[in-house]
């Protein structure tokens, strides 16, 4: 066997995005000494993606917001499956996570006052949302890249873990390979954080970058952790719809927070037949008041083109199927109508951009088509609410590969503040569980010496398959079959077409040396990806109702016998078993803030 | 139609161009027929590339001899009746293919000092405050700026010169209106800003149309010359002994 590259740590966090920056900070001001893996370059990760803002009730554009109201919003927003203890911290400690990253160095909007500006967003009661224009990711990650560096936390960049390794029942580490060689890296670690983002490339239309491959998922299924929530995936109503090489490249949900609004072939503003039963008299009832509130009339409610998510993108869908789509299968989003040129490139520059460049489209003075674009998992890695620890000693989770906090729909600005609550409690908690730890943590040679034979194996297969050939088909399976509106005949084509598409992996031939080879990467993200994507499926079938993201074609309606369960998905032999099981109970005091 | 691409294939021991055929579709970028000659014809193709939307500055390369994103390079802005060359980017060593190892610039970030503010201040101020500062943060560290800077490019003064991302980086903290040391020291001494003789080769691959020369480093240039060169300054300096 070849030489190994071999690291140890008390905390490896494995992911650079938000959470795991976050987590790694916490973790090395707490004195651990920390490892950080990167799967690509630092200050890539999907993070710098997210475009609106940061949710947090500072109050600053409306002081009657309070942690309350937003606790409330995004209980709500997730249809009251979320775990509420998770929320309830969430929505307490997020403005305290918004004012130490302004400490930091990031360069918010301001207010007239000069405090932190908040814009309005879908699902929130208040401006509630601390911006830097329309790049408030980038923001966000550059200050944390900063503040880890200048804590000289180690860095693995580019660097893909392959398996989680195991000392009996606790998680004692991880292997896997570095990009540049190809060489194999070993971290010894008495504690981990899992923060590796979403799954959005598992299906054909994302708004996701290269490195959302649902790996997290796997990799903690597959050592044991429960995954809960996995048929929660949000489609986000606004990607890009043309040309077809920018299909899904998401268009942030400021442009309706800033006034846009969306219409159909016939110019028709139909937002305004999809008020649900559960917003009814929330949101304004005609046109003629949604322009009131945009001029900044209090007294007006804020127009239907900002309710969630997931109702806009079955809106649009719904649209198109009764024949008003428009030329490229989506809808109109119309903001010159409403903003100044100048309005318009200030707060959404690079909107501007990516339509005037990508598509020919100035969007200061025509409409963007929009369509709904795979773009979030609310589900994922169960964890304890207070200290992100997963069901697996040794083992935690933050941000989006974490479950909990969303429910069953997620609210636009609630993902960069999730990051930054829970990467830092994971951070402290997986540190307070590193320094409980006797010895140097023992990875088993066993695991090590079959991690390695299965990377090789496919420069040693005899088999046809090229990677890309299976990616390409697994993501249009996802896409057919576990989409945006499912059936359960349709699901169970999706589970098998995952079973063969499981075989045809093993056929996976890979060609070239080890450096630097995407192949090869292609061909062992793979197996973690099928193995997510099953997950996925599997927790599809079981939900047989409609809610919040989750939309079952022959149950239209939510059923209150699914309103208080979680779908547990479980990790029993070669396969998974499914468990239901009762979402935590909310105290007394906590309901009456839902109701 | 058809494209011709000719992709250089290789790593730090030497390569050459390989050609390839790709069918060109409407609104396509140079980093989808990249994506598509690696799914059909070349699966250990090396790119790097991670948001294919211009966000994340990762997929430089020098496209028929201009360093720029190739998913923001639309096809329908080149003459494709001759073949489209792609070469890594040129100031850094190849890893392979299209790939480069450009650490040199992470280790070069954290000798940047880094953001530091006063005690006890208010932290207000109005958007005019940060208008330039927050130039200076669109940075998505492409380095295509430190690819085109003939300082690092053609002389390879990378020992003595940090190049124009961080003399940005260094004005952005600067000029933050909460930030309380100078860096001008640093610029001098570490930084090697004197080497900079303003040809604005870097403003002009900029992604994210930042100002480099004019906002950033010729600023920066005069707050060195105050500090350092200004006859008053110096004589308060050896007064003071300080600075």
């Not at chain 1, 789509?325 to 909107?351: C, E, N, V, W």
């Not at chain 2, 011709?4 to 294939?9: N, S």
């Not at chain 2, 096809?75 to 190892?101: A, G, N, S, W, Y």
């Not at chain 2, 200076?136 to 800077?149: A, D, N, P, S």
């Amino acid at each position: 066997m070849e030489e190994l590259q071999s690291y140890t740590y008390d905390v490896l966090v494995i992911g650079a995005g938000g959470a795991g920056l976050r987590a790694a900070i916490e973790a090395a001001s707490q004195g651990a000494r920390v490892g950080l893996v990167s799967k690509s370059l630092l200050g890539k990760a999907h993070t710098v993606m997210a475009e609106g803002g940061i949710a947090a009730a500072l109050g600053n554009v409306h002081s009657e917001d309070s942690w309350q109201a937003h606790f409330r919003d995004t209980m709500r927003g997730g249809k009251l499956l979320n775990n509420w203890r998770m929320a309830h911290v969430y929505a307490q400690e997020a403005p305290e996570r918004v004012m130490e990253l302004e400490r930091w160095g990031a360069v918010f909007d301001r207010t007239p006052d000069g405090k932190i500006s908040q814009r309005a967003f879908g699902g929130h009661s208040y401006n509630r949302l601390a911006h830097v224009g329309d790049r408030t990711g980038l923001e966000m990650l550059r200050t944390l890249q900063d503040q880890a560096v200048y804590r000289g936390i180690e860095v693995h960049m580019e660097c893909i873990i392959h398996t989680l390794l195991r000392d009996g029942a606790r998680v004692s580490g991880a292997i896997g390979r570095l990009r540049a060689t190809g060489g194999f890296v070993l971290f010894k670690a008495r504690a981990v954080v899992l923060a590796t983002g979403g799954l959005g490339r598992l299906y054909k239309i994302t708004s996701n970058s290269w490195e959302c491959t649902g790996d997290g998922f796997a990799l903690a299924s597959l050592a044991g952790a429960d995954l809960i929530d996995m048929e929660f995936i949000q489609f986000h109503p606004t990607g890009m719809v043309w040309p077809p090489g920018v299909i899904g490249l998401l268009v942030t949900e400021g442009v309706r927070g800033d006034g846009g609004v969306l219409k159909n072939s016939r110019g028709e503003r139909f937002m305004f037949r999809y008020v649900p039963e559960m917003f009814k008299g929330e949101y304004a009832d005609t046109e003629e008041e949604a322009q009131r509130w945009l001029k900044g009339d209090g007294a007006a409610r804020r127009p239907p083109d900002l309710l969630t998510r997931d109702v806009v993108a079955k809106a649009i869908m719904q649209e198109g199927r009764e024949g008003r789509a428009t030329p490229h299968g989506g809808a109109y989003l119309d903001i010159a109508s409403q903003r100044s040129s100048d309005f318009i490139k200030s707060r959404l520059p690079s909107m501007y951009r990516q339509f005037k460049e990508l598509a020919n489209v100035d969007i200061t003075r025509e409409s963007m088509e929009v369509g709904p674009t795979c773009h979030y998992m609310m589900g994922g890695i169960r964890v304890d609410p207070e200290t992100q620890a997963t069901t697996v000693d040794g083992l935690y989770a933050a941000g989006e590969v974490a479950a909990g906090l969303h429910g069953s729909n997620r609210l636009g600005g609630n993902s960069l503040s999730d990051l930054l609550v829970f990467g830092k409690r994971a951070g402290l908690y997986a540190t307070e569980h590193a320094n409980k730890q006797r010895g140097e943590p023992v990875a088993d040679e066993a695991q090590i010496s079959q991690a390695m034979q299965e990377m090789l194996a496919p420069f040693q297969s005899s088999g046809e398959e090229g990677p890309f050939d299976v990616l390409r088909d697994l993501r249009e399976t996802m896409q057919q079959y576990v989409g945006i509106i499912r059936n359960e005949g349709d699901v169970k084509k999706g589970l098998e077409a995952i079973s063969r598409l499981k075989d045809r992996a093993g056929r996976v031939r890979v060609t070239g040396t080890r450096e630097y080879n995407p192949g090869w990467d292609t061909a062992l993200q793979l197996p973690l990806m099928l193995t997510t994507a099953e997950a996925v499926a599997l927790a599809a079938l079981e939900r047989r109702e409609s809610r919040g993201a989750h939309t079952r074609e022959e149950y239209p309606g939510s059923d209150d016998a699914f309103s208080k369960v979680n779908f547990v998905v479980r990790r029993s032999g070669e396969g998974f078993l499914v468990v239901k099981e009762p979402l935590p109970e909310m105290p007394q005091d906590i309901k009456k803030l839902v109701e | 139609m058809d494209a011709t691409f000719r992709i250089f294939r290789g790593n730090s021991q030497g390569g050459g161009y390989q050609e390839f055929l790709v069918p060109v579709e409407e609104g396509m970028v140079v980093l989808d027929a990249v994506h598509r000659i690696q799914e059909h014809q070349a699966n250990d193709l090396a790119v790097r590339w991670n948001c294919k939307a211009g966000k994340c500055g990762s997929c430089g390369a020098e496209v028929n001899g201009k360093p720029r994103l190739m998913c923001m390079t639309r096809m329908d802005q080149l003459p494709l009746e001759e073949p489209v060359t792609i070469h890594p980017v040129r100031t850094f060593p190849v890893i392979r293919d299209l790939v480069c190892d450009v650490s040199w610039n992470y280790e070069v970030n954290k000798r940047v000092p880094p953001f530091t503010p006063g005690e006890g201040d208010l932290w207000r101020w109005q958007q005019k405050d940060i208008e330039r500062p927050r130039e200076f943060r669109k940075c998505i560290e492409c380095f295509l700026c430190q690819t085109v800077c003939h300082v690092l490019r053609t002389h390879d003064q990378k020992s003595s010169f940090i190049g124009p991302r961080f003399l940005v980086r260094a004005a952005g903290l600067d000029m933050h209106p909460m930030d309380s040391i100078s860096r001008t020291r640093f610029l001098k001494e570490e930084g090697g800003i004197g080497l900079c003789n303003i040809t604005k080769c870097c403003t002009e691959v900029c992604p994210e149309d930042i100002h480099i020369t004019d906002d950033a480093i010729i600023p920066m240039k005069e707050r060195v010359a105050d500090d350092f060169y200004d006859p008053v300054r110096w004589l308060l300096r050896k007064i003071t002994r300080r600075g």
